[in-house]
């Protein structure tokens, strides 16, 4: 497995030479939003959904009643490419390792952004909630109503994630006394 931030010196697909861009937020929080990988912003400020799409995720966190350090945030792929083209799949597959490590220390819910996303961890069978992509709501008013429902239907699944995790507290004390 890879260790957390080896991707800074990683050659490991044709993306290589473009900026890498790392992650942001706790790995510890509530959740865990993955996205496809950087895009121009993110490549000017070296970290992930900074952009106008940063912004609307900001305002999904808000919703939730978070802030934005209180989540964990990354992408699927380290590396900028230009004119926010699908990465390819080359770099999916050599990028899943940093992501895999990242998922692995990650505790809280992880939420796919778009469906690049979704679809590779779906394939990987990793859990997932599936999230449209906030650019695609600004692109295309029409899936705003689409990003407020996933965001209505997240926040339920914080509760239910929330008393779960206070259930586990909760049964390791009385185990201990
Ligand atoms: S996209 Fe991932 S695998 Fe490819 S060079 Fe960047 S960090 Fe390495």
Redesign the pocket.
Known sequence: MHKSKE?QH???????G?T?VGTDGDPDGPICFVGR?PGAVEKMRGLPFVGPAGIRLDKVIADLKLEREDVFITNM???WTPNDAE?PN??VE??WG?LTFELHRAKGIVVALGRSCQKALTEREVPHFSMIHPSAAIRRGLYEAVLRRDTRLLKKELAVWRRRKSRAKGGKRSAKS
Do not use: D, F, S, W
């Open positions: 991707y990683c050659q490991g697909c044709p993306l290589q473009n890498k990988n792929v380290k590396c990465p080359e770099a050599r990028c940093y």
